[in-house]
């Protein structure tokens, strides 16, 4: 079994920061993309950024200048730093990663957390 736990979320007044986290446990093999997605009231979940294993990252044109997403493969551990929170910003976050575990190598998969809420409101 693999879980994805993430942390960080919360209240915060716009112009405000945050630090979300996302730890991958279980039987893993290995870890490529680690990214988060974002789902705000009534749209649809959206990519915010992502990062490879070899540390190349995108991000979505709304959040660049202001996210930084980072990873710890030691940890298998992904960050997501936000800055400059906007009102439009407020979604629930959630963690993904395509991952290979020991029992279904070389087969692998995305898997999903359930979600951080981020509220940003004055």
């Known amino acids: 079994q693999v879980q994805l736990v993430e942390s960080g979320g919360g209240l915060v007044q716009p112009g405000g920061s945050l630090r979300l986290s996302c730890a991958a446990s279980g039987s893993i093999f290995s870890i490529n993309t680690m990214g988060w997605y974002r789902q705000g009231s009534g749209k649809e979940r959206e990519l915010v950024a992502s990062?490879?294993?070899?540390?190349?990252?995108n991000y979505a044109d709304s959040v660049k200048g202001r996210f930084t997403i980072s990873r710890d493969n030691a940890k298998n551990t992904v960050y997501l730093q936000m800055n400059s929170l906007k009102s439009e910003d407020t979604a629930v976050y959630y963690c993904n990663a395509y991952l290979k575990t020991t029992y279904m190598y070389p087969v692998g998969r995305n898997y999903w957390g359930k979600g951080t809420l981020v509220t940003v409101s004055s």
């Open positions: 990062v490879t294993s070899g540390n190349t990252t």
